[in-house]
């Protein structure tokens, strides 16, 4: 069954600790890409990555960390240098020279 | 900086009744138009791409959206719609800078919400 797994659905965290989202994807599509969705403001773009060890800052990459290791994952660490990290957060995939992207079913984190 | 702008930010409708939601982008060069559906407790879903070609673009469940360059302007349509539509809808756009990668740039998001 292809498609894009997010974990966990729910996530609630301490103020002041790290937290690692996971995005793992069997589609074979070369770029991942994670973004943040607050209401009122749509989706905006935390970081993303078009090849395996290599990632781009996205318009709002401060507090977030990443990395790509594998094809097949992408994982995000919200860092507690974010001011405001509760948020829906969604990592989306792209294939090579196909600009549609397709996303996953998304963590909503809750820092308390 | 380039951006999408989504005019309304919550309609109401009831069943039957047509609908058209604004989007509105500024850039002045190539781009590919989206407009993505989240129902709820959903993914994201794709509900129709321009990319080129005819300007008036078909997607699914009877939806459909006009590309007007002059305008700027990727308007969604559907002439009658149904409860089962209440939906959050983005507009997105996908502009081609000097790299080519072209980053996905989203609009706001309406709330559709349709009255039985």
């Known amino acids: 069954d292809g498609g894009i797994t997010q974990s966990p659905k729910y996530l609630f965290r301490k103020e002041g600790q790290n937290v690692t989202l996971s995005c793992e994807q069997n589609?074979?599509?070369?770029?991942m890409y994670w973004y943040r969705q607050d209401p009122g403001q749509g989706l905006r773009l935390i970081y993303y990555s078009q090849i395996v060890n290599d990632f781009q800052k996205g318009d709002i990459a401060e507090g977030y960390s990443v990395s790509r290791e594998k094809k097949e994952s992408f994982p995000l660490t919200v860092t507690s240098a974010q001011k405001n990290p509760t948020a829906f957060y969604l990592c989306?995939?792209?294939?090579?020279?196909?600009?549609?992207?397709?996303f996953g079913p998304g963590t909503r984190l809750t820092v308390l | 900086a380039q951006s999408v702008s989504q005019h309304n930010h919550h309609v109401i409708l009831s069943e039957a009744a047509s609908l058209e939601l604004g989007c509105n982008y500024s850039?002045?060069?190539?781009?590919?138009l989206f407009w993505y559906v989240q129902y709820p407790g959903q993914h994201l879903q794709l509900l129709l791409k321009y990319f080129s070609g005819d300007p008036l673009v078909k997607g699914i469940k009877g939806f459909e959206a006009e590309f007007i360059k002059s305008k700027f302007s990727f308007n969604l349509r559907k002439p009658s719609v149904q409860w089962s539509d209440t939906a959050e809808y983005f507009c997105a756009v996908n502009a081609f800078f000097s790299s080519n990668t072209g980053k996905l740039i989203f609009g706001q998001g309406t709330t559709l919400q349709v009255k039985p």
């Open positions: 850039y002045g060069g190539t781009v590919n």
């Open positions: 589609l074979n599509h070369d770029a």
């Open positions: 989306a995939t792209s294939a090579r020279g196909d600009h549609e992207q397709f």
